[in-house]
């Protein structure tokens, strides 16, 4: 990475579970990824010793001069959708990313990005709770409700809490691929990828365990013949289910369409394959079950602004170098 310092901020009233999100996946030492791993600090928004939600007291590493130096800064919620956030603040975020600097909020943190006019005719999403009084207090925004997170490429916003693993998960991904993001997931022992558009929450969190069986039976199949060609009456055949009723029971267990998890499970099987085999881009269209490579270069760009054959160079292990 050009800049792997990731600055998190702290402040009086602290969101303890957003802040440990990013100290958990920034700010771990993780010998096994190399030198070029990220490098971490604690940028206190107050003076002296600060009071976290739950009691706990923070003294950090430093002051807001420490934005100067990063690469990422990471809002971790914020003490109140009403309470204002100090212009020195703002004046440092918006100098940090005038510099390049990436800047996400988890949760309530969009907020401080806000006031900072950093999502001024930009999408941004925040928890459900939030959307509305975001979308009246800065009718700038193009508020997207009802997702999980937003990536403008260098701002990227994410929903509630649980949401923040989500998009920091995903920007490991997009900095180091998906094998560094797949073991730190596991280490969290949380899914290693759902897609940002993702519905923040699902209807029928936990299904009933005879249709939870027989979708599971069918995500299995899927993974297994991603190549195949599929349709909502094939795959509501195989559930046992009337179309009507699949499309359904799968919105309530997944908060995905069919065609919209298809398209993430094959996007997620070529960046694999790009990382980790030598196969050609082709095969990959293939295999993975775009059918041609126009198309998966398509969906390629359209989701992670960039292509193919870049990403290989980018991102492949040397079980995936092309020789």
């Known amino acids: 990475m050009k800049n792997p310092l990731v600055v998190v901020l702290a402040y009086d009233g602290l969101c303890t579970f957003e802040f440990g999100v990013a100290v958990e996946i920034f700010g771990l030492a993780r010998p096994e990824m190399g030198e070029n791993w990220y490098r971490f600090a604690v940028a206190g928004v107050d003076q002296g010793e600060l009071c976290a939600t739950g009691g706990v007291r923070l003294v950090v590493d430093g002051g807001l001069e420490l934005l100067d130096q990063a690469g990422t800064i990471v809002v971790p919620g914020w003490r109140g959708a009403d309470t204002p956030v100090p212009a020195e603040l703002c004046a440092r975020l918006v100098a940090a990313h005038q510099r390049g600097a990436r800047v996400m909020s988890i949760c309530s943190g969009v907020f401080v990005l806000a006031a900072a006019g950093l999502l001024d005719n930009r999408q941004a999403t925040t ?173 390629f760009k359209h989701h992670f602004a960039t292509t193919p054959a870049a990403y290989r160079r980018g991102f492949a292990s040397p079980a995936g170098k092309v020789v």
């Open 127 to 299: 928890h459900w709770r939030y959307t509305d009084l975001l979308q009246q207090r800065y009718p700038a925004i193009q508020v997207t409700p009802d997702v999980l997170y937003i990536d403008n490429g260098d701002v990227l916003t994410s929903a509630g809490s649980a949401a923040g693993i989500d998009l920091c998960l995903h920007l490991v991904r997009r900095d180091y691929g998906s094998v560094a993001a797949n073991q730190v997931a596991r280490r969290l022992v949380v899914s290693p990828h759902r897609d940002g558009g993702q519905a923040q929450f699902i209807q029928q969190a936990v299904p009933v365990a005879y249709e939870g069986h027989r979708l599971g039976s069918l995500f299995d199949h899927l993974h297994a013949h991603l190549a195949a060609p599929h349709s909502v009456a094939s795959l509501a055949e195989f559930v046992g289910m009337s179309p009507r009723t699949f499309l359904r029971r799968f919105a309530a267990t997944t908060g995905s369409t069919p065609a919209q998890w298809l398209l993430n499970a094959r996007l997620s099987r070529c960046q694999d394959l790009l990382e980790n085999s030598a196969l050609s881009i082709e095969r990959i269209a293939e295999v993975a079950g775009f059918g041609s490579v126009a198309t998966m270069r398509h969906h």
